[in-house]
């Protein structure tokens, strides 16, 4: 039996034919359960869902409901036999499903065939339960994904030499999703590619008066310098990599190639380059471990020592690629700097998870780390640990150490990048507890080093924090416009939108119900639906609201959950936020980000 959610909620028997589900109810449950993941659902949970103020009843139709199901999706089951498919556990049901199209899309995404991916959409997700509050959080999950892998499908046919064939399916993007500032870059340059400059700039200037239109912003680094590559007909990046490459290949052994190639995308890296490091740094991994070479595979994975201050990852499908990378090698490794490597690479690719693996891995890496003379290994392991840092509020004391650490390290043996980390750190440490003479000496400091050493990703962090400190709505989208050339969506997207709502929350004045909010959504729905006067759809929104992942955010997003829970008088979701926010209790809601604040964590206790 298979099951769909990315259009219509479906069934499909082994004949792909499709299962009668009976009426929009029946539907419901099943989605309700598929949203699960095999989860057991309550059967009162059940009945909270589909009926917003229940009818006497509703339990027994809950349970008419699902032996319809059953009937359904197991018609050859002989009567008095137990169900294989919708169980019954406890008080409450489970769906044991193994095929979900939503499932597989993931899958494929993670897996880089965006492809493959995109042609199992055949609609919105759980589009006959778009306004349920349940399917609220996946549906916005399954979106992002699914725009994300449009974009990574077009940057792969540009990369092939593939520009026409993006052209088309990037306009209807961007007329669908004209907030995404990376679909208006891939559709100009899929349109340069193509030989049409014109058309080009026409794009470009369209994306500018839309944005300062719409949103009051000037567009970012990444269209700006596009647009002035196109006026000067400059060679595209990919051309000179392809040239330099090249010309390497005729002089240099396979193996030798790759390692080097790591070195040079980790330089990239640091410069700014993200996009052109994302595109490679998974091809050197697996072209490595095609040669059957475990120790050259390790070297590989772990040369990748680039410095990572924000906890969210810009691409989570290539990032959990690299981790699956990491784990198959380790085992083969007894190397103690090797291992250590590894290890940290593995803590730092898994941030925002909430997995013990990468926080053990974090540990060992500092643990080897400090065994051995190697500076830089000892630096590497140290962002991990603060990476896993982030999975509980209030440690803003232990991550100044950390930064301490890493300032003096770096200082002693010329490591300018954990140099720059360190004082970064400590900028957001000094935030947290809203000592402002001590971070702003950290980002004078962060600033000096970034100049000297041509790292202009430092300001990205910089600019925010003087946001922060001039707190005035365009200080914050002016901090917005200033980036790299390269787009970092693991902090862009819905980050201005979330640090105007935390102005406008702390100043008293409205919300925009129009925002992205991105990844920040699920967060900040319900104060949205509360503003809207919707008390018992926030209500059922905050029953059914995970954990806010590991994060710099983490204090923040607990704020908005504890201000909804307080103002739908929803005292379960209101007690669970207080008590993850007691260890922060005297810092500064979100101000650990160094970003934006919704004021002291002792307001929400």
Known sequence: ???????????????????????????????????????????????????????????????????ALRRSLEPERA???????????????????????????????????????????????????????????????????????????????????????????LDAHVTDHPWREEGWRLLALSLYQSGRQADALAVLRRARAMLVEQLGIDPGTA????????????????????????????????????????????????????????????????????????????????????????????????????????????PTQDHPALRARLLATIALESRGSSAARPLEAAREAEQIARTLDDPAILAFALNGVFIQSCRQAGQSETRDRIGAELIALAARHALPAYEILGHLIRLQSACAIADHTAADEHAAAADALGARHDSPLVGVFTSWYAALRADTP????????????????????????????????????SLSQT????????????????????????????????????????????????????????QPLLAKAQAALRPAASEQAGAQSGFLTLGPVANYL
């Not at 036999?81 to 597989?104: I, N």
């Not at 549906?139 to 792969?156: G, I, K, P």
């Not at 390269?486 to 702390?506: K, V």
């Open 515 to 570: 925002a992205d909010y991105g990844p920040h959504t699920p967060w900040i729905q319900p104060l949205l639906m509360i503003a809207q006067g919707k008390y018992s759809y926030a209500a059922r929104l905050l029953s059914h609201i995970a954990p806010p992942p590991p994060g710099l955010l983490l204090e923040a997003h607990w704020a908005l959950l504890a201000q909804a829970a307080k103002a739908a008088d929803h």
């Open 223 to 330: 269209l700006v310098r596009l647009e002035a590559d196109i006026l000067n007909q400059a060679v595209e990046p990919t051309s000179v990599w392809s040239a330099t490459a090249a010309a390497y290949q005729r002089t240099t052994g396979a193996k030798a190639q790759l390692e080097s190639t790591v070195g040079m995308l980790r330089s990239l890296a640091v410069t700014g380059e993200l996009a052109e490091v994302r595109r490679h740094r998974l091809a050197a991994i697996a072209a490595a471990e095609q040669l059957g070479d475990p120790d050259l595979a390790a070297r590989v994975i772990g040369a990748y020592d680039v410095p990572a201050i924000w906890t969210r990852s810009d691409d989570e499908a290539e990032a959990a690629a690299i981790v699956r990378a990491a784990e198959r090698v380790l």
């Open 1 to 67: 039996m298979e099951f769909g959610v990315l259009g219509s909620v479906v069934a499909w028997d082994d004949a792909g034919e499709l299962v009668a589900l009976k009426g929009p109810r029946h539907r419901a449950v099943l989605a309700r359960l598929i949203v699960a993941r095999g989860r057991v659902v309550p059967a009162t949970r059940l009945v909270d869902d589909l009926w917003g103020d229940p009818p006497d009843g509703a339990l027994s139709a809950v349970r008419t409901f699902v032996a």
């Open 474 to 509: 365009s200080a914050y989208a002016q901090a917005a416009t200033h980036h790299p050339a390269t787009a970092m969506p693991g902090l862009d997207h819905g980050l201005l939108p979330l640090a105007l709502a935390a102005h406008s929350l702390r100043h008293e004045t």
């Open 79 to 169: 009567p008095r036999t137990q169900p294989q498919l919708l169980v019954t556990e406890g008080p409450g049901y489970a769906l044991k499903a193994t095929s979900v199209d939503a499932w597989r899309f993931e899958d494929a995404v993670k897996a880089g065939e965006y492809e493959a991916a995109l042609k199992l959409w055949r609609g919105p997700a759980y589009a006959d339960f778009a306004d349920e509050p349940w399917a609220q959080g996946e549906r916005a999950r399954l979106t992002e994904l699914r725009l994300l892998a449009v974009e990574r499908l077009a940057e792969a046919r540009l990369t092939a030499g593939e520009a026409a064939a993006a052209v088309a399916e």
